[in-house]
């Protein structure tokens, strides 16, 4: 696929009239860079004419070498974004996203002005928290800036106090402000895997084809499962049993028999208002939850739709198909918005977090992160075969599976892999991975009859005396200080993979969701794989199995 990208939104600035492609589609330079030249005339006339051909020659030539995302360049050699952080990607610290230093074009998007080599910084990180940007944004007329914001801020803490209630101590406060800080940053962690006690797993039948997909809501109490036979399920996790059947669009076969299409893929937006399906049709259907009803149906795609993800907080939603392309929808107005090109080979999965980004895993096994905002991408490569799964953990790290029968944990600082589990599943190819966001508890499946439980920390924790507490005060104090030391064993050691637990499950793992606090794990199984039937499990049932996670303390986590 060539680089670059369609369709892309009106409220995007134009193209730098200077760029080799822009010129040779014959597009015209944009009306306000030419008002710019004129509100500057040439002191010297020809001379400057000439040095301005001269520039714009030399930027020609430039362009050619690289290959384009919309003004941005993809360059083989960026090691990606910054420097890699100690401690890996949950540092308080947050990674500079950089990009090799590049002169600025007369002209262009500010997203280009880079700070020097090393020194870039994304516009995202430099934007207030909304929550606070939103709260009493209405401007008081002769309010100075310094009066504002002092002004925002303690309408932001009583708003806060009054979230938090009988909890609302300095402490507490400090510590939610902290906590608050990090997730916009992505740096927040929640530690789950230290405080796991067991597992257990529950199955529940249903589809009559393998299940390829599920998605489950942020409280655990709901999930979607789809399967080769077309149907949508919406399953009561509380009681154990299907409480709907979603009506999906139906295809016509080769004998003129109208059937359900294939369904590979969903996505379930994080207030759970609408979900989104995909699948061997090439369409995307768009559902209302609350009246299970379908509203929509997303046409655009000329192959097979292998992968869905909304964004946190938003109703914006990634599709990806086997025609090699990312693109973006906007379910608020039921309209498409662009496409990403840049995968060579079969896009086979995507994700998304909180910020305007997306991420994909593809058969030309690469990974790429694609900055909407700023319209670059970045190119991550490690696996030897195609890449059938990804997971964010958090805004700097993300975890995939490959064919190649390992799981690799992923730093967006490096290029590479921060750590590669060889034969995470018995040599058997990894079909399904899923972090926990935001946490260091990441599962995997395949067809070799488990489910696995993976720590993210350090590879090997030395042993240090644990302090006994004696009082509240001490052991708050212990909690403290043995956080400090796992920081340190993880400076020191490196952060990898550690299994941590094993779930049987017969079959053929498709999908694996995780709802917001870790406590349950949904598994979408099948007798097939999700993607072909070149094998089959005889034994193996199609449905959806629930593992329920238990802790030694409730983790907690800003709701």
Known sequence: GRGGRGNSRESRPPRDPSDARAKSRGRATPQNEVEEEEEEPAANGEEEVVE???????????????????????????????????????????????????????????????????????????????????????DIDGEAPEDKKVRLAKLYLEKLQEKMGASATSRGVVQQLNRDAMEAAGTFKLRLASKFVSAKCAFHKGHRLSATSVVVNEDGTTAFSTAKDGTVFKWDLVHGHKTAIMDCEKVRSA???????????????????????????KNIAIFNVEENKLVDLFTGHRDIVTGLAFREGSHQLYSASFDRTVKVWSVDEMAFVETLFGHQAEILCVDSLSRERAISS?????????????????????????????????????????????????????????????????????TAVCACKRSDLVASGSCDGVVRLWRVGARKPTQEPKPKPTAPEDAEKAAEEEEEQEERRRQ???????????????????????????????????????????????????GIAVIRIEYSAAPGRRK
Not at 99 to 128: I, M
Not at 374 to 384: A, D, S, Y
Request: hydrophobic share 35%.
């Open 255 to 281: 004998k003129g028999k109208e059937h359900p299409a294939h369904s590979l893929a969903l996505a379930l937006s994080s207030d759970g208002m609408f979900l989104a399906r995909g699948g061997a049709d």
């Open 492 to 542: 020191q050691n490196g952060v990898g993979l550690t299994l941590l637990h094993e779930v049987p499950v017969e079959g053929f793992v498709n999908g694996l969701a995780f709802n917001k606090n870790g406590t349950v794990l949904v598994a979408a199984v099948g007798s097939e794989p999700r993607l072909g039937r070149w094998s089959k499990k005889p034994k193996a049932r199609n």
């Open 52 to 138: 301005e051909e001269g520039a714009a020659k030399a930027e020609e030539e430039e362009g050619d070498e690289d290959e384009a995302f919309g003004r941005g360049k993809v360059d083989e050699n960026d090691p990606g974004e910054g420097e890699a952080l100690p401690g890996f990607a949950w540092q308080t610290e947050v990674a500079s996203i950089t990009e090799d230093a590049k002169p600025l074009k007369k002209g262009a998007n500010k997203a280009e002005a880079y700070k020097g080599e090393g020194e870039g910084v994304d516009e995202e990180e430099n934007e207030p928290d909304s929550e606070v940007a939103t709260t009493g944004s209405d």
């Open 362 to 430: 593809a058969a030309d096994n690469s990974v790429r992160v694609w900055k909407i905002v700023e319209e670059t991408q970045l190119l991550f490569k490690g696996h030897t075969r195609p890449i059938d799964c990804v997971s964010l953990i958090n805004e700097a790290a993300f975890v995939t599976g490959s064919q190649d029968g390992s799981v690799a944990l992923w730093s967006a600082s490096k290029k590479t892999p921060a750590y590669v589990e060889r034969d995470a599943h018995g040599g058997q190819w990894v």
